[in-house]
């Protein structure tokens, strides 16, 4: 983990341990292979609470927008933070994604691709799926649970893997990503759209 990387999580950890409960949960399910991420995505701070859960260096796609400010544009990029065009589909941010997981890297992608208050599975965008079919990468789902309220319990629950190569064998080449976006859905929300 680089130490410009390690610093600011320990800032982010500093917070939150001061100013909220944190609980993890299911630790025993991180692989030790680079893996994709997926977690539901609420509020601002998400990015954040999943840098502290993970204790392994991580890169996320950031609206393009974000990169507008040089100097926010410096920091964002000192986190592993690159742009992405969320009005269509940005290839390049799909090349990015897939290069950082073939040199042995970790990403985290929310998978509705902005934050988002009501579960929909026709929300889940297809990016995810494509990244993992060309990468090969497993798929590390992740839940948050809170409100982010001063000294409220935030619960970060790490599920199981969903093994990219099981669902190859298992599906043809046409169902494959919808396969793997049943399955995050599944993972994250529940057959009835809820946390579990």
């Known amino acids: 983990m ?88 940005d290839l390049t941010a799909i090349r990015n994604s897939v290069q950082i997981i073939k040199s042995g890297k970790n990403l985290l992608i929310f998978p509705e691709g902005t934050r988002v208050k009501e579960h929909r599975r026709s929300a889940m965008k297809e990016g995810v799926a494509l990244i993992a079919g060309l990468s090969g990468s497993n798929i590390l789902p992740i839940t948050i649970n809170g409100n982010y309220r001063i000294f409220s319990r935030i619960t970060v629950k790490i599920k199981k893997c969903i093994n990219i190569d099981e669902i190859k064998k298992k599906e043809g080449k046409h169902l494959f990503r919808k396969k793997i976006l049943d399955e995050i859905y599944l993972s994250l929300y529940g057959k009835d759209g809820y946390n579990s």
Not at 9 to 15: A, E
Not at 60 to 82: T, Y
């Open 2 to 89: 680089r130490a410009c990387y390690s610093f600011i999580r320990c800032l982010i950890s500093l917070f939150f341990r001061l100013f909220f409960r944190i609980t993890i949960e299911g630790t025993e399910n991180i692989p030790e292979e680079n893996i994709i991420l997926v977690a539901n995505h609420y509020k601002i701070w998400d990015p954040l609470i999943i840098v502290l859960a993970i204790k392994r260096e991580l890169s996320f796609m950031a609206k393009k927008e974000l990169f507008e400010n040089k100097f926010f544009a410096k920091i964002l990029k000192e986190v592993n933070a690159f742009p992405v065009d969320r009005e269509k589909a």
